[in-house]
């Protein structure tokens, strides 16, 4: 089966997922976290990638993130792939393939999803029963959007405007941030945000998946998949 054709829409976030080959370890020191930090951060610099959360589990990582170009993604997994591929298996003394094929995407409705999206991410290492809480996992964005932490892992992340809304200043944000996580992501929202992730469809309300659509050469969505829940259609950059 020919690959579908993945959407593309600078200016538009994007939640990506990379996998181990095999569901295989891809971090298996500190080290290897903070090697694939740093290149991650030089290229995403480079290609004008705007990084506004993450998770990096043993296995894969998530990102959720806004291109600034059209191969603004492309480029920046094509880079950090094969440098962290040459590290890992010197380091290791290993060979051949690292990662689970090309890397999984969907263009997020950020009206409609994109805070929901960002929780889904953060929300990772408690869905694996690694942590308790998304505060206790260092390797993801939850210190920076939710507690305001600056450092090595967060400094470098770039706030989307959907959360920049949610208050007047950084402490008014990150508090209204922590208590979405009051309230558990929905069954339906955990099922439309894997699908969509896994199979290359619009993440979002039926008027902006029919506007991706007009942008696009394909369906923006599975014909066997149901009207998506009922929110405000508009659409905020697309």
Same mark, same amino acid.
């Given at each position: 089966?020919?690959?579908l054709?993945?959407?593309?829409i600078?200016?538009?976030?994007?939640h990506?997922i990379?996998?181990?080959?095999?569901?295989?370890?891809?971090?298996?020191?500190e080290?290897?976290?903070?090697?694939?930090?740093?290149? &991650?951060?030089e290229a /995403?610099?480079?290609?004008d +990638?705007?990084?506004? @959360?993450?998770?990096?589990? #043993?296995?894969?990582?998530? %990102?959720?993130?806004?291109?600034?170009?059209?191969n603004?993604?492309?480029?920046?997994?094509?880079?950090?792939?094969?440098?962290?591929?040459q590290?890992?298996?010197?380091?290791?003394?290993?060979?051949?393939?690292?990662?689970e094929?090309r890397?999984?995407?969907t263009v997020?409705?950020?009206?409609?999803?994109?805070?929901?999206?960002?929780r889904?991410i953060?929300?990772?290492?408690v869905?694996?029963g690694m942590v308790?809480?998304?505060r206790?996992?260092?390797?993801?964005?939850?210190?920076?959007?939710?507690?305001g932490?600056?450092?090595p892992?967060t400094?470098? &992340?770039?706030?989307? /405007?959907q959360?920049?809304? +949610?208050?007047?200043? @950084?402490?008014?944000?990150? #508090?209204?941030y922590?208590? %979405?996580?009051?309230?558990?992501?929905?069954?339906?929202?955990?099922?439309?945000?894997?699908?969509?992730?896994?199979?290359?469809?619009?993440l979002?309300?039926e008027?902006?998946?029919?506007q991706?659509?007009s942008?696009?050469d394909?369906?923006s969505?599975?014909?066997?998949v149901?009207?998506p829940?009922?929110?405000?259609?508009?659409?905020?950059r697309?």
């Open positions: 089966m020919a690959r054709p993945r959407y593309v600078p200016g538009q976030p994007q990506i990379q996998r181990g080959n095999n569901r295989q370890v891809i971090f298996a020191a080290a290897d976290y903070q090697f694939f930090r740093d290149a &991650l951060v /995403a610099s480079t290609h +990638l705007a990084i506004h @959360a993450y998770v990096w589990m #043993s296995n894969h990582i998530h %990102l959720l993130a806004t291109p600034g170009s059209g603004s993604i492309s480029k920046v997994f094509q880079s950090v792939g094969r440098r962290y591929v590290y890992f298996n010197y380091t290791y003394a290993r060979s051949g393939t690292l990662w094929g890397y999984r995407a997020v409705d950020s009206e409609t999803y994109l805070l929901t999206v960002m889904y953060e929300l990772n290492p869905r694996a308790a809480h998304p206790d996992y260092p390797w993801s964005s939850y210190a920076f959007n939710a507690q932490e600056i450092g892992n400094s470098w &992340l770039k706030p989307h /405007a959360y920049t809304r +949610l208050g007047k200043n @950084a402490e008014n944000r990150q #508090s209204v922590r208590q %979405l996580f009051r309230a558990a992501i929905s069954g339906q929202d955990l099922t439309e945000i894997r699908e969509s992730t896994h199979k290359g469809w619009a979002g309300s008027r902006f998946k029919m991706v659509e942008l696009a394909r369906r969505v599975s014909k066997g149901g009207r829940r009922k929110q405000d259609d508009r659409i905020s697309i």
